[in-house]
């Protein structure tokens, strides 16, 4: 009988050691960058990242955007960062997956909703696109980024009257119109007023 009390406390000891060691192990797998108190650093890294991003640095910006929903996975506008790089990049499947993280934290930011219509547009997913750009609109109708990706989608629909009518309101809320796409209008007889010109 001795030798089954020795083996069931082995057994324990074992069992002990074994949880111990997981304890250990997750503490040690644990982001440093995450978690209570680091919330607060987030703006600032996002802040950081659209700095980066406007000297043409993406790679540092992507990484600051990154960092920001490290330190606050809530924080939906490090997820709009990250997306918006990937966009630039050229990377649009995963632009859609961090534009549709952001709408998940924040379903109230228009230009969130434009850039993933854009991006969807891009992809060939119109079905997908149109309704987020129409999003855009409903919660901001001075979303010049909407107005321009319905402006694009009626030209490549050979639509341009409406093609037309949407870069004129991107114009008036903001937006610079890529030359080729004013020589494709003007082809078409729409002549636009665009700024300083």
């Not at 074994?18 to 440093?32: K, N, R, T, Y």
């Not at 659209?50 to 790679?59: A, N, P, T, V």
Request: glycine residues 10%; negative net charge; contains cysteine.
């Amino acid at each position: 009988m001795k030798p089954t009390g020795s083996i069931a406390a082995s057994a324990i000891l074992l069992g002990l050691c074994i949880c111990l060691f997981l304890e250990v192990e997750s503490v040690l797998a644990a982001d440093p960058l995450a978690g209570p108190g680091m919330q607060r650093f987030a703006p600032g890294a996002v802040e950081l990242g659209w700095s980066y991003f406007q000297k043409g640095d993406l790679e540092t910006a992507l990484r600051r955007f990154r960092m920001a929903v490290r330190h606050d996975p809530g924080y939906a506008p490090g997820y709009y960062g990250v997306a918006y790089v990937y966009s630039v990049q050229g990377k649009l499947e995963e632009a859609v997956e961090f534009y549709r993280q952001a709408l998940e934290r924040d379903a109230t930011h228009p230009y969130t909703y434009a850039n993933l219509g854009y991006a969807l547009l891009l992809l060939e997913r119109e079905g997908e696109a149109l309704p987020m750009l129409d999003e855009a609109l409903a919660l901001y109708p001075g979303c010049g980024e909407a107005h321009l990706s319905y402006a694009i989608y009626y030209a490549e629909h050979d639509q341009w009257g409406r093609a037309g009518a949407s870069a004129r309101k991107a114009i008036e809320f903001g937006q610079t119109l890529d030359p080729e796409f004013l020589k494709a209008l003007k082809a078409h007889d729409i002549r636009l007023e665009t700024p300083g010109g």
